[in-house]
């Protein structure tokens, strides 16, 4: 037993939160832990990460790579998605989770149904670089690029050489 003062009039009780819904999100991971997995043959790096702007600021998601496991298609997986969340950031050589944290990154989010005992949740898809006002993610800059050249137009002897 516990004993202490405690008036829930002056507290707003936790409200069940659904998930975001589906769109992209600008977020930065606020914290991560490696964590034995249900069966303690495994473990995976569970990210929490916090969304900074718009509607839904300071709403979380909670992302799972399952980085030690027995299948190595899972592990695979896991690899490629923690990849994709360091080029997000600019971090191509991590030797610490908390690199990645407070770094902006655009996460494309979907609704997992819920199944059984657990609710509908988030899923993040796809991680995306922060890309400045004017540039596009996808395409490089134009190289350096010289006019490509015209054939000249053929002279006719005694004729008016025009466009038409």
Known sequence: ????????AEVEPTAKYNP????????????SEMKPTKSGTGQYLELW????DGEHKGRKIVNRLNLR???????????RD???????????TLRDTSELHNKPMIVSVIVREGKGDYSASNEIKKWSPIVPAGQNQFTPPPAQQTA???????QIPGAQNAPW
Do not use: R
């Open 1 to 8: 037993m516990a004993i202490f003062e405690f008036n829930a």
């Open 49 to 52: 990460y916090t969304v900074v």
């Open 69 to 79: 496991n027995d299948n190595p298609k899972t592990v695979q997986w896991a690899q």
């Open 148 to 154: 490509p050249t015209q054939p000249a137009e053929p």
């Open 82 to 92: 923690l990849s994709a969340i360091c080029h997000a950031v600019g971090v191509l």
């Open 20 to 31: 975001l819904p589906v769109g992209d999100y600008k977020v930065v991971i606020k914290s």
